[in-house]
């Protein structure tokens, strides 16, 4: 009864991902456009959207660990990744407007250059901590008597 307690857990957690990895392939076609209007130079939008594919990388090898999730080791793991995928999913939200407004406008104000200095380096980070979150998950020995602990 409890591994089906963790397989539903897991379950409530896939529609985000599955989100963040569906925002993450669209982005690059947003940045170029955004850019484009904006005027950038065709290679450095291409740098961008190449480096972007790292991010798209890291969110599908995450989705695929969190399938190879039967069960979660810790109830603190399972809060962290809930946490991380919605603030990821703001940070996105977040990272879109700023870069419409500026676009948009020219100009952009030392509170949205704050919090988007917040914000995109969250939507570049976080992946990678849900990435090392959901490695620790999978990796964490079954049965936690038989570790063995070495004094140095």
Not at 10 to 20: D, V
Not at 114 to 125: D, E, I, N, Q
């Amino acid at each position: 009864m409890i591994v089906l307690y963790y397989m539903e857990e897991t379950e409530k957690l896939k529609p985000r991902l599955q989100f963040l990895v569906t925002i993450a392939l669209f982005f690059p076609i947003i940045l170029e456009y955004l850019f484009k209007q904006g005027g950038t130079s065709d290679l450095e939008v291409n740098k961008m959207i190449l480096l972007w594919g790292l991010e798209i990388a890291i969110l599908i090898c995450c989705y695929i660990l969190l399938e190879c999730t039967k069960r979660w080791e810790s109830q603190k793991i399972f809060n962290l990744t809930n946490c991380f995928l919605f603030v990821n999913m703001f940070s996105f939200s977040v990272v879109l407007f700023i870069f419409a407004a500026m676009q948009n406008t020219g100009y952009i104000s030392y509170i949205y250059l704050y919090v988007f200095g917040t914000a995109f380096p969250s939507v570049l980070a976080i992946p990678t901590i849900l990435f090392i979150l959901l490695t620790v998950n999978i990796f964490l020995p079954e049965n936690k008597k038989n570790w063995v602990y070495h004094k140095i």
